[in-house]
Structures are given as structure tokens and as C-alpha cells.
Antibody, heavy 117, light 112 residues
């Protein structure tokens, strides 16, 4: 059974960098032609795709966030990570990691990140 | 930033049939890109319910069905059960500057 688990600080100060890690179990992050994505949901709002990384390290980002986002992968730890810099209150959301090939078939439970001083 | 529009809520009595619409445009659903549906209970991982417009992953009851036509798609739940009370989201791909993947605004299904 594939499982994904997000981890990282739940509180980030404005203008700082949000950093999250997704740990994958039940599957190797470096095999199977999958993309690994980050998605977020602000309270009371819809889901927003942030970006994705392939096992080769190639990335694609949402144009609205591209200038602030970096997604990386650590195959030795079976993890991938998200960094979002210069955060504001608008970045407060539940952040999910998910696996993608033809669809998002497995997701993490999500982690709430609040941007506040 | 949702570019796929869903009704905020739908409701039905146990055993009834409800449908959820997902309206897009010529740059996403209308361009022929697949629509997928997710069921989401707060605090849990979203669950893939329908993929490729009409297909159910193993383990998803056949009470759930999907369809697509033109710039819209629909999710139908027949024989509504209390456990179906959740939020539902559609998702597709968008070829405009909105981003690769786009989601619906979400629909809360209430079982009366």
C-alpha cells in the first residue's frame, strides 16, 4: 500500500521560507515513471496545484507560483520536498503531497501551514 | 484560482441519486483532457474516485459513475449512503496559463 506523509513546521513567519517534506512508503520514488506533486488548499477555498518533480529531477511549476517555488527529490531517503519563499498570509493552507502518472492516485493526509508573525 | 466550476452543495436522502457538475472551458475539459474526481473528508487524504472521465479504481463502489460532454463533466452517486457525505472535487489539465493541473471549486454532498 502506497502511503505519503507530509512533515514540516506548522508556523512560518511572513517573508520567510516554507519548507515541507513528503516521505513515501510502499513504493520507490525513483521507479515507475511517476511524478511527485505538491498541492495546497487555503481554508474555505479550492485545491491549487503547486508543482511536480520527476525522478530525473525535472520540474514543472504553477505559473502563478513559479518565481517562489522549488521542488526537489532525495531518492536515497525516498522523499521529495517543497520550498516556498517570501511567504505571506495568503500562503496559509493545508499542503498535500501526491503521486501522479495519469492521475493523482495517492495523496498524503495534508499538513496545515500557517503564515503569521 | 479554481477554473473548474462546481455547485457548492448538493443533498439527497439515503437511496437517492445525486449528480455533481463540473464546468470548464475550451482550454481544459473542452480541449479533450481527461476529468478525474476525488472524494475528500476533512483531515484525511483525498481519495481518487473516478479517473479518465468514467473509470473507477478498484475498491470504489459502482454507485459512483462519471461522464463527460463538451466543456463539462458530471459525477453521479446512486443509492446515496450516509458514508458518502463528503466534499467532492473534479480535476483536469489546462493548456492555458492557469497551470498544468486545475481543480474544481468543490461540492459538499449532504445526506439528509
Amino acid at each position: 500500500q502506497v502511503q505519503l506523509q507530509e512533515s514540516g513546521p506548522g508556523l512560518v513567519k511572513p517573508s520567510q521560507t516554507l519548507s515541507l517534506t513528503c516521505t513515501v512508503s510502499g513504493a520507490s520514488i525513483s521507479s515507475g515513471n511517476y511524478y511527485w506533486s505538491w498541492i495546497r488548499q487555503p481554508a474555505g477555498k479550492g485545491l491549487e496545484w503547486i508543482g511536480r518533480i520527476y525522478t530525473s529531477g525535472s520540474t514543472n511549476y504553477n505559473p502563478s507560483l513559479r518565481s517562489r517555488v522549488t521542488i526537489s527529490v532525495d531518492t536515497s531517503k525516498n522523499q521529495f520536498s517543497l520550498k516556498l519563499n517570501s511567504v505571506t498570509a495568503a500562503d496559509t493552507a493545508v499542503y498535500y503531497c501526491a503521486r501522479y502518472r495519469l492521475n493523482f492516485d495517492y495523496w498524503g493526509q495534508g499538513t496545515l501551514v500557517t503564515v503569521s508573525s | 484560482q479554481s477554473v473548474l466550476t462546481q455547485p457548492p452543495s448538493v443533498s439527497g436522502a439515503p437511496g437517492q441519486r445525486v449528480t455533481i457538475s463540473c464546468t470548464g472551458s475550451s482550454s481544459n475539459i473542452g480541449a479533450g483532457f481527461d476529468v478525474h474526481w476525488f472524494q475528500h473528508l476533512p483531515g484525511t487524504a483525498p481519495r481518487l474516485l473516478i479517473y479518465g472521465n468514467t473509470n473507477r479504481p478498484s475498491g470504489v463502489p459502482d454507485r459512483f459513475s462519471g461522464s463527460k460532454s463538451g466543456t463539462s463533466a458530471s459525477l453521479a452517486i446512486t443509492g446515496l449512503q450516509a458514508e458518502d457525505e463528503a466534499d467532492y472535487y473534479c480535476q483536469s489539465y489546462d493548456s492555458s496559463l492557469s497551470g498544468f493541473f486545475v481543480f474544481g471549486t468543490g461540492t459538499k454532498v449532504t445526506v439528509l
